[in-house]
């Protein structure tokens, strides 16, 4: 099969995909009639021969508001498999993050290159930098990928974290044990801790961006004096519905990927893994609309800080500080009376790594496309560009809408340590300070 061809079967997939709605919700689906057991969990014969099996995103006596757990129902238990062995790990890193010293300067790159021809997903991951420590189940990993191919007869799987897919160029077609999502540019998808997946292309090449979060899931932030509604809705959601691998392919020789504490480990299996016939449980994989979030702003003066803009929030045992938060500066309106409009400048104990999925950012004037993205560590100032404050300073205070551009922030509680390849990569942009010489003295006493 050629890629071309590869890529049209995987789009018409695409189109056909029904889904599930609703963040965090108690899911169930069945593949087939009769394969998902009514009143238990673990029945002494589970339904049409199938093995019953518990997925747990969390401990058993976390507490039920935190608890993830799913129960699938599958062609062959996952315990049937042989020994795991030691492959080499590619561009791929973890935490900690001990290569070089984490660096307060400001850093930003363009976009990966492209990548030799047949690399696909997992080999087109390149890790920009992180911290915490995956085995402590603390902390969260930057990640790039480039991918021209489609990962054939083997799947992926990520024990130290969940993955949170954030698609800059073309599509992809995701094929987990749960079900199938396609996630395009504008959107992201969630994979959980564990579960495994297999990702197709809907184009010819696709890449983007994914954060590995090590720590506790992510989660809908509270909304506080907000109110009952407002940025992203829960029914916005889409989990998937069962689909297992076709049953000609369920004896197929599939090659196994596991990150765990790191690296990566491979099994040859004689069967595939993508073999649940049903499922029910909270411990699902998500895709969400980046333009479905609703957008809260300043309606009168001042510009709100960028946590106002929040989708996910993984939480840490501080409140209100979080291990890592997925924010998205998505398309709105512009209306502060004497405000200065742009992200102001500032200094933060959070640090922030800001991605570009389409057109411009509001706060930079050139340098940062789609793709690129920079690092602006704890206590790091930054702001707009000269050239931007300049214009916003002198432009006319009439509504304004920013619907030009799609970017995004992870933010994390601890500083980002750039990885070797990072720090030296030819498209690190060495003068990345140059954007803010001209801010000239306008003060008069």
């Known amino acids: 099969m050629t890629e071309q061809s590869g890529s049209e079967r995987a789009r018409k997939t695409a189109e056909a995909l029904e889904y599930l709605g609703g963040f965090g919700n108690e899911h169930s689906s069945e593949a087939v009639p009769g394969a998902l057991p009514l009143g238990r969990n673990s ?10 099996e518990q997925l747990s995103g969390s401990a058993f006596t976390e507490p039920r508001r935190g608890n993830r757990r799913s ?3 599958r062609v062959r238990p996952s315990a049937a498999h042989p020994r795991f062995t030691r492959v080499d790990n590619g ?4 935490g900690p993050f001990t290569e070089a010293p984490a660096d307060p300067n400001r850093l930003r790159w363009n976009p990966l290159p492209d990548p030799a021809p047949g690399t696909d997903f997992l080999a087109g991951l390149w890790t920009l930098g992180g911290n915490g420590d995956a085995a402590r189940r603390t902390g969260m990993a930057i990640h790039l990928y480039a991918a021209n191919a489609p990962m054939t007869d083997r799947v992926f799987s990520d024990s130290d974290g969940e993955l949170l897919i954030v698609p800059e160029r073309g599509g992809l077609l995701l094929r987990t044990e749960f079900g199938l999502l396609a996630v395009r540019p504008g959107e992201v998808a969630l994979v959980p801790r564990g579960v495994r997946l297999r990702v197709e292309l809907l184009d010819a090449d696709a890449r983007g961006y994914v954060c590995e979060n090590y720590g506790r899931p992510f989660e809908l932030p509270d909304l506080g004096p907000i109110g009952a509604n407002g940025l992203a809705a829960a029914r916005d959601f889409r989990a998937p519905v069962a689909a297992f691998e076709d049953p000609d392919l369920l004896d197929r020789p599939t090659e196994v990927v596991n990150k765990f504490c790191g690296n990566l480990w491979s099994a040859a299996y004689g069967h595939s893994p993508l073999d649940v016939v049903a499922w029910h449980g909270t411990h699902v994989p998500y895709v969400y609309d980046l333009r479905r979030f609703n957008v809260l702003g300043s309606i009168s003066h001042d510009h709100p800080d960028p946590s106002i803009f929040t989708v996910l929030t993984s939480p840490s045992d501080t409140p209100g500080l979080a291990g890592v938060d997925f924010v998205v500066f998505a398309p709105r309106w512009l209306v502060g009376e004497d405000t200065f409009r742009p992200p102001y400048f500032h200094r933060n104990v959070m640090s922030e790594y800001m991605g570009l999925i389409e057109g411009a950012y509001d706060a930079k004037a050139e340098g940062f496309v789609p793709g690129g993205g920079s690092l602006h560590n704890m206590m790091s100032a930054h702001g707009p560009d000269r050239e931007t404050f300049d214009r916003a300073s002198a432009a ?8 030009d551009g799609l970017a995004f922030m992870f933010e994390t509680r601890w500083p980002i340590t750039a990885t070797a390849q990072a720090a030296g990569a030819a498209h690190l942009q060495r003068g990345y300070d140059d954007v803010w010489q001209g801010l000239q003295r306008h003060f008069r006493a």
């Open 43 to 52: 029945p002494q014969r589970a339904p049409l021969g199938l093995y019953a």
């Open 396 to 403: 006319e205070l009439k509504p304004q809408k920013i619907d």
């Open 71 to 73: 129960w699938l129902y």
């Open 91 to 94: 561009a791929l890193r973890t």
